[in-house]
């Protein structure tokens, strides 16, 4: 496992208050993140998560999945489902890969400061 993903969880564990938390992440980190920092994900293991596959093509059409085959695709198109996504999810927390498309979107956001700034990952903690 990627060791930032262990440092930002646990700078996600420290900063949760005690309720349950959502973050926001892609499915493969979302399978990880219950295990180690004992939040809820959108979207995770398979057998956890309903309608897994949709979930997927949200984050995907959010622009939330790393190295995500986009072709020509500008960042501005992730913003409609992104902020589509958000309200519905209303996450805690966003947690995402430097190469997803959306993670200057993200930056951008009202309410979204960086939580944990790494070489690869960056957690962003959400105003909801």
């Known amino acids: 496992m990627d060791g930032e993903i262990l440092a ?7 900063a949760a208050p005690r309720r349950a938390v959502t973050v926001l992440t892609d499915t493969y980190t979302g399978e990880l993140l219950p295990g180690v920092a004992g939040v809820r994900v959108f979207a995770g293991h398979v057998a956890l998560t309903n309608d897994l596959e949709r979930k997927h093509r949200q984050l995907l059409m959010a622009g939330l999945v790393p190295d995500a085959e986009i072709g020509d695709s500008k960042e501005e198109m992730f913003r409609p489902a992104l902020e589509e996504l958000v309200r519905a999810v209303g996450p805690s927390f966003i947690l995402l890969h430097r190469s997803a498309p959306a993670l200057h979107l993200v930056a951008q956001r009202q309410g979204c400061v960086p939580l944990y700034v790494g070489q690869r990952w960056v957690a962003f903690a959400c105003a909801r």
């Open 8 to 14: 930002a969880a646990g700078t996600i564990s420290q």
